[in-house]
């Protein structure tokens, strides 16, 4: 049974940084490609960035230059950095991975 498990949300002013974190358990987590999404009111999950197995990422252009994915491979997380934060990237995140499993979410609040 896989388990995600995403914390490090919070409420943040404009320019601020947070990190997000989403720890796995239940499978082998380094052959895996992982991935953070995020859901803003009203609006369709998108995707935020991806990391794959061998360390190669993507992301979206809204967040490229401000955001960086990593993962530990040794402590099964992977980290979503953010840096410059905007208002617009208010949203609930999510991780997925292992096919389709999801975490449950963290809130993430940028005010201006």
């Known amino acids: 049974q896989v388990q995600l498990v995403e914390s490090g949300g919070g409420l943040v002013q404009a320019g601020g940084s947070l990190r997000l974190s989403c720890a796995a358990s239940?499978?082998?987590?380094?052959?895996?490609?992982m991935y953070w999404y995020r859901q803003a009111p009203g609006k369709q999950r998108e995707l935020v960035a991806v990391?794959?197995?061998?360390?190669?990422?993507n992301y979206a252009e809204s967040v490229k230059g401000r955001f960086t994915i990593s993962r530990d491979n040794a402590k099964n997380t992977v980290y979503l950095h953010m840096n410059s934060l905007k208002p617009e990237d208010t949203a609930v995140y999510y991780c997925?991975?292992?096919?389709?499993?999801w975490g449950q979410g963290t809130q993430v609040t940028v005010s201006s």
């Open positions: 997925k991975g292992f096919g389709d499993y």
């Open positions: 990391i794959r197995s061998g360390g190669s990422t």
């Open positions: 239940g499978s082998i987590f380094s052959i895996n490609a």
